[in-house]
């Protein structure tokens, strides 16, 4: 298992439209293994392989709250999609506060359909059909997105974006002077 670097923006390999997973292998399995090491250590709730310079159509979730663990907390739920894709927008939009491993520290609200169904392959290759809501939708329309080349900042106006984007380089200077 391995943390793997997280490419940020102006990175032009986040632009790059990533190819399907013709089969889903050994090799994708490790890969997915170091994709959640790498997304529970940023931390983040999910992560699309192309963030991690791999331009395949695979990506992680984890929203928490699965079966309750022995104390009955809320423990991980690991979720793999792949090769996903969305079947039913819903007309309603939900907005969400989002963020990106790729845009680092920068948040901005963003308008999305609220619910999706959605069809997916697991890590064995077996396929999924379902209809998330809430955070899941958000998450999810926001993985595919970076799996077409598009980052949040992109639903933005032309003055938010420009000004997150300030925002990030002024941070990044002062870390570098730190
Ligand atoms: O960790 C993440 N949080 C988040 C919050 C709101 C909407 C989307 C996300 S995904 C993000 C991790 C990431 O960059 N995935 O691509
Ligand atoms: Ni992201």
């Known amino acids: 298992m391995a943390i793997l670097p997280i490419l940020e923006v102006p990175d032009p ?17 490790a890969l997915i293994a170091d994709m959640f090491e ?16 791999r331009p395949i159509r695979l990506l992680v979730m984890d929203l928490g709250d699965g079966p309750p663990d022995a104390e009955g907390k809320g423990t991980r739920n690991p979720r793999v999609f792949i090769n996903p894709e969305i079947l039913e927008p819903s007309e309603e939009l939900g907005v969400y506060n989002e963020g990106c491993l790729s845009v680092p520290d920068q948040f901005a ?56 984007l300030r925002k990030l380089e002024k941070a990044r200077r002062e870390k570098a002077a730190a």
């Open 13 to 29: 390999r986040l632009r790059r439209i990533s190819e399907p997973v013709a089969e889903v292998t050994d090799g994708i399995r």
């Open 38 to 53: 790498t997304m529970y250590a940023a931390p983040g709730i999910g992560l699309a392989a192309a963030q991690v310079d």
């Open 109 to 164: 609200e963003v308008e999305r359909p609220a619910r999706i169904r959605a069809r997916w392959l697991d890590q064995d290759g077996v396929a999924h059909e379902a209809v998330l809501e809430g955070l899941a939708a958000t998450c999810l329309q926001h993985e595919m997105d970076h799996l077409n080349g598009i980052l949040f900042i992109d639903h933005l106006s032309r003055l938010k974006r420009s000004m997150l």
